[in-house]
């Protein structure tokens, strides 16, 4: 069964870092775009930032942009979220999740999302 | 940017019940249209895509329409498992993908 694992969630002072990471499984990694998503405790949802399969486009929301790094290391099956500067409006679950299109090119996205993680709880707070 | 505006914000209905719930788009955005369902507690599930396109597994009393600006979603004979925060997200000229605000289905 497809799968995602988000972990590396933890408790971080103001202006601190963090690196989430979210291992999948049970599909070719390779050929997906994947993306983070959070939610702010009581909040909806906001996408924060995606990657191509091969890693070679990255995109951020505004808010994230200049401050958090989206990366993959497809030998691993393993997406990551590098979080610097941490503002407590970070505070929030964030969701890794899988691109829909099989693309074997490692290039394109459908900019949607048909399987997501449980979610790793980041919050910034001195 | 494109903003994504849902209504009603929460709603209540019996089981049995059809629901309906409205996302309008600040632009046109053709049928690029995905809607979620978020269980109290749980995940974020795709429930279609595409407008109107019900994703494998999803039950048949789910459906959406529209295009354009205006987009529906639609629960016939509502159910309890149906009990969720239901959320549609823009995919047109994206990045930025842009989330609507979520609505909130309760049973009367």
């Known amino acids: 069964e497809m799968q995602l694992l988000e972990s590396g969630g933890e408790l971080v002072q103001p202006g601190g870092s963090l690196r989430l990471s979210c291992a999948a499984s049970d599909f070719r990694f390779s050929n997906y775009a994947m993306s983070w998503v959070r939610q702010a405790p009581g909040k909806g949802l906001e996408w924060v930032a995606s990657?191509?399969?091969?890693?070679?486009?990255?995109f951020y929301a505004d808010s994230v942009k200049g401050r958090f790094t989206v990366s993959r290391d497809n030998s691993r099956n393993t997406l990551y979220l590098e979080m610097d500067s941490l503002r407590a409006e970070d505070t929030a679950l964030y969701y890794c999740?899988?691109?829909?299109?099989?693309?074997?090119?490692?290039?394109?996205?459908?900019?949607?999302?048909?399987?997501w993680g449980r979610g790793t709880l980041v919050t910034v707070s001195s | 940017d494109i903003q994504m505006t849902q209504s009603p914000s929460s709603l209540s209905a019996s089981v049995g019940d059809r629901v309906t719930i409205t996302c309008r788009a600040s632009?046109?955005?053709?049928?690029?249209l995905a809607w979620y369902q978020q269980r109290p507690g749980k995940i974020p599930r795709l429930l279609i895509y595409a407008a109107s396109t019900l994703q494998s597994g999803v039950p048949s009393r789910f459906s959406g329409s529209g295009s354009g600006t205006d987009f529906t979603l639609t629960i016939n004979s509502l159910q309890p498992e149906d009990v969720a925060t239901y959320y549609c997200?823009?995919?047109?000229?994206?990045?930025?993908?842009?989330f609507g605000g979520g609505t909130k289905v309760e049973i009367k």
């Open positions: 997200q823009k995919y047109h000229s994206a990045p930025p993908l842009t």
């Open positions: 990657i191509s399969g091969s890693g070679a486009y990255t």
């Open positions: 999740a899988k691109d829909p299109l099989f693309d074997s090119s490692g290039y394109y996205f459908y900019w949607y999302f048909d399987l």
């Open positions: 632009q046109d955005i053709s049928h690029y």
